[in-house]
């Protein structure tokens, strides 16, 4: 068995861990193969602990698709909430809105290589995720405003066809392409954001490159702009990634299996981790990114902190926590003392009131770049959001109730529609 951390291949700089090219792990793929066939690798769109992402031209039916290509003899789940979410609806029933917003399964396959057999598959491509595009940098007011109820009306479809996705955050929302990206020749793709970037892989030592891994790395490209540069016309999300998503009709999820990182998980995932999670976790993390998207500094810290310690930010950002939780919660002395006044040491690290919060991450950028956000807004706002991190899961809205909430109806949808 070949150790996972042996250091076997000279670092390149972006790009996935190259000793995972390995019997087992990922398929070595170079710019210009065709996989099944069919797909022309363009480029590369990304990685992930488990799978590898490409952008290529499908020559049957001249369109780019995006190529998952995942980690040897792995079954991944995705494709099964996949398939759910693109099957056709029946013609009797009306297209819900939200059904363009999350990605279409285009095909599946297999292709076998020197580190295994690695099941494939194609999606619609995007051109980048929120995380990325924002980090530091704000929308536009009506920018945020659309994404946010796109991105509400992705998961309201994703439950009304019985699923959770279950790892909502900022980078798993992508932007959708423009149509006319189909019209682009390989050769006016590389025109219009540059040939791809390859480097030389290399093994420590100068010894020879085993056929596991490719000849090159290919660091990922980079088709979307930054957050201040956005247009209404560009805000069209795309919920993706459904690796983590279930079915709570077939499928028990428990609390202590939930994947979800800790600044956007609900907290019922730690105080009820033997009960089941159900949709109601979606619209926890749902509140969580709609706050990124809407302002600057995410409503609890995304820093690598105890989970003990984002705990203390719900109650510190949004009071009480139930009584039975309180009493259960181990980790409460290093905080609170047992009448829930923070103790001595903790004192200064304290995170803001839902109110101050928003003054803080959100109003005081958005004035920076006259951008404010009125009064009247600011309250629906702060409504809907505070419903939306109720502590007890019940207590929170559904996805369908989050879209006919005051904010999104008078301030999100109109703006969506301009998009």
């Known amino acids: 068995m070949v150790e996972k951390h042996r250091i076997e291949y000279n ?7 190259l000793e995972e090219y390995q019997p087992g792990g990922y398929h070595p793929i170079m710019v210009g193969d065709v996989l099944h066939g069919r797909y022309y690798i363009a480029d590369k769109l990304g990685f992930g602990g488990y799978s590898t992402v ?47 917003l999350v990605p279409a399964l285009l095909d599946e396959f297999q292709v076998q290589g020197p580190n295994g057999k690695h099941t494939c598959y194609t999606v619609t491509p995007a051109q980048c995720n929120l995380r990325e595009i924002s980090f530091s940098r704000l929308f536009p007011l009506e920018v945020a405003r659309a994404l946010s109820y796109g991105l509400a009306q992705a998961v309201a479809y994703t439950h009304s066809q019985g699923y959770v996705h ?41 010894k020879p490159l085993p056929p ?9 490209l980079f088709l979307g702009k930054y957050a201040e540069k956005f247009s209404l016309s560009d805000a069209h999300p795309l919920l993706s990634d459904f690796g983590e998503a279930f079915s709570p009709a077939s499928e028990a999820r428990l609390g ?39 302002g600057m500094k995410a409503v609890f810290s995304t820093d690598f902190v105890h ?3 984002i705990v203390s930010q719900h109650i510190d950002v949004l009071g009480p926590m139930p009584l ?20 001595e040491s903790y004192r200064e690290n304290r995170w803001p009131s839902l109110e101050e919060s928003f003054e803080i991450g959100v109003q005081k950028w958005r004035r920076k770049l006259g951008d404010g956000i009125e009064e009247d807004e600011k309250a629906a706002f702060l409504d809907l959001i505070r419903r939306m991190l109720s502590f007890r899961p019940e207590e929170r809205p559904t996805a369908e109730e989050v879209l006919k909430s005051e904010w999104m109806v008078k301030w999100a949808l109109p703006d969506y529609e301009r998009s």
């Open 54 to 100: 490409w952008l290529a031209q499908d020559t049957h039916l001249k369109r780019y698709v995006a190529v998952k290509v995942n980690i040897a003899d792995s079954c991944p789940r995705e494709t099964k909430a996949l398939k759910a979410l693109s099957a056709p609806l029946p013609s009797s029933s009306p297209t819900h809105p939200g059904h363009c």
């Open 256 to 294: 202590q299996d939930c994947h979800t990182p800790p600044a956007f998980r609900a907290p019922e995932a730690k105080f009820e981790s033997q009960t089941p999670l159900s949709y109601p976790s979606d619209i926890w993390s749902l509140a969580t990114a709609i706050w990124e998207i809407i």
């Open 307 to 309: 989970e003990d310690e």
């Open 166 to 206: 279950g790892d909502i955050h900022l980078s798993n929302i992508l932007v959708k392409l423009p149509s006319s990206f189909d019209d682009l020749s390989i050769q006016q793709l590389y025109e219009k954001y540059g040939e791809p970037e390859t480097i030389p892989v290399t093994r420590c030592g100068g």
């Open 324 to 343: 039975d939780w309180w009493q259960r919660w181990e980790g409460r002395p290093e905080y609170f003392d047992e009448y829930g006044c923070p103790i």
């Open 212 to 220: 596991n891994a490719p000849a090159e790395a290919v660091v990922p």
């Open 11 to 17: 670092w390149i700089k972006g790009v996935e861990t």
